[in-house]
């Protein structure tokens, strides 16, 4: 539950840092720069060998893609809508999953998950106060990343499932950082912050995401995937507090109501077995 904290404190950052003046494709740089030299930094330390053929560099490199793009969206939504609900429309990627797998056919989904992906899409229309209003860029942006991260995932389980996760996490976080580097360069888009705050959100987004997801690699094998994708869903409960304490962010009580629903289901389901 400290990683889901930590995760959310990234978010809280990466908003801080928009606020005052740093670009999204500056903040997905540095933290996937950071995160990528910490987790090299982590394989070296265990002695992890790195080694993969020429056909699994460029399958990581194309899931790199994937979440250079889950990236950016999910930071775009950051830096336009309420932090926790970014996060909430964001978390709805195991529903995402779910469907893909089905459609690729590698599985229908169980009757768990026929019931608890329409409960966590009503609740997250509550959330979003979505009933007979346009739904914004924002959210639009963080369904996005949602998808993206759907579509990562998936490449992961047909392409990588074989390589160790830290050697995955780290050649991915590489080409999520290269690929930002070129596009971001040849466009014109890195922007730094303009004052102190935003530079200390920069490098608080960066470290906050570094130690969370290095620490996943320490905690993951002692609890399994399933619990853990069952804690994490703690990080967008815990940004409504963050989010009100840190930027002054609030939603309605229905709001609230309509994220634990979608928590709740999300949860729900990764405690199939």
Known sequence: MIIAVTFGANHISARIAF????????????????????????????????????RQLWRAALVGVALAVQSYCL?????????????????????????????????RPSARAAIAMPVALLGLS?????WGKPINAGVLWALAAGFAFATALFLIDVWLKEVDGRLRSALTMAAVALIVAVIGGALGAFRAPADAAGWTGLALLSVFYGLAITSVFVVLPRMGSSSYAVVLNFE????????????????????????????GAIAWLGLKK
């Open 75 to 107: 930071y775009s939504a950051v830096s336009q809508i309420t932090v926790a609900l970014a996060l909430l429309a964001f978390n709805t990627f195991p529903v995402m999953l779910s469907l893909m797998s089905w459609a690729a056919g590698r599985g």
């Open 126 to 130: 509550i959330a979003l106060d979505a």
């Open 236 to 263: 967008p409960i815990s940004l409504l507090f963050l989010g009100w304490v840190i930027l002054g962010q609030a939603i309605a009580p229905i709001q609230v109501l309509g994220a634990f629903v979608v928590v």
């Open 19 to 54: 606020d005052h003046g740093a670009s999204v494709v500056t903040g997905v740089f540095a933290r996937s720069l950071f995160t990528s030299l910490a987790v090299f930094a982590l394989l070296h330390l265990q002695g992890v060998p790195i080694a993969l053929s020429r």
